[in-house]
């Protein structure tokens, strides 16, 4: 009972998870993109949340929404390309308009916490992929709920395609099919 009750605090394969890159992969398929941004935490009354997971929503083109997970609760995740590490994520996702939905939190017994976001700050998250490429969202930085239950505010530090993160991502995706895409 306490083994099962634990297993979403510590797996045996988390050191070496712990010390795993970001790793960006090959596109599934022809018609994807690379996503790459960072998300930046302010510490509100209630300390800083850990962001264990980013949900993006497609909402468009069309009327059909679909949600894209980058996240780092999955089983056997040491032996899976890892797609967040310390805020930073690499998400492939196929043409179309994306916001960032909600964010999620992973508790000591494996409880997960969602962390709304209201509409307006979901506009201000929103994307527009509209071909095929690597595309860089930037830092955004998120402040921490004044309250419970209360959504979380998102503002861009407007860093997107910056020497120092085209860099980062120039590293990030050599050796892949995504080089030439990165100038």
């Known amino acids: 009972m306490v083994a099962a009750a634990g297993s979403g605090c510590f797996r045996l394969s988390d050191p070496v998870y712990f010390f795993k890159s970001l790793e960006v992969g090959e596109p599934p ?3 994807y ?8 935490l302010t510490p509100g009354p209630y ?3 850990r962001i264990d997971t980013i949900v993006l929503r497609q909402v468009g083109p069309g009327t059909r929404r679909a949600y894209w997970r980058a996240g780092e609760g999955v089983l056997f995740r040491a032996f899976r390309r890892r797609l967040v590490k310390q805020g930073t994520f690499a998400l492939h996702l196929p043409v179309g308009i994306y916001e960032l939905d909600h964010l999620e939190t992973t508790g000591l017994l494996g409880q ?7 509409e307006e700050t979901r506009v201000v998250s929103r994307i527009y992929i509209t071909r095929p490429g690597v595309y ?17 505010h998102i503002e861009t530090l407007g860093d997107a395609y910056s020497a120092w993160r085209r860099d980062a991502l120039r590293v990030l995706v050599q050796g892949t099919s ?4 990165v100038p």
Not at 136 to 152: F, K, N, V
């Open 29 to 31: 398929g022809s018609g």
């Open 33 to 40: 993109s690379l996503l790459y941004g960072t998300l930046v």
């Open 47 to 49: 300390g800083t949340p």
């Open 112 to 118: 997960t916490t969602a962390w709304p976001l209201n």
């Open 136 to 152: 860089d969202w930037g830092t955004l930085r998120i402040t921490a709920p004044e309250g419970p239950y209360r959504p979380l």
């Open 178 to 181: 995504w080089a030439p895409e």
